[in-house]
């Protein structure tokens, strides 16, 4: 069955649900993007290191 259409009230409680999982965020996700990068650019050793960098944080 169909769900109908989310009440403005609803649809602001998930703004707010989001709202906090942002802020709950840490600041290690560019660190994992930039090592995505470098593995993608074939800068392995790069990459490894900014990996064992992270991993205690994790």
Same mark, same amino acid.
């Given at each position: ?9 609803? #649809? ?5 649900? #989001? ?18 990068? #470098? ?10 290191? #900014? ?8």
């Amino acid at each position: 069955m169909a769900k109908g259409r989310p009440s403005p009230e609803s #649809l602001e409680q998930l703004r707010r649900q #989001l709202d906090r999982c942002w802020q709950d965020d840490c600041d290690i996700d560019h660190l994992i993007l930039r090592a995505r990068q #470098l593995r993608r650019w074939g800068r392995w050793r790069q990459a490894r290191s #900014l990996e064992q960098e992270v991993l205690p944080l994790v």
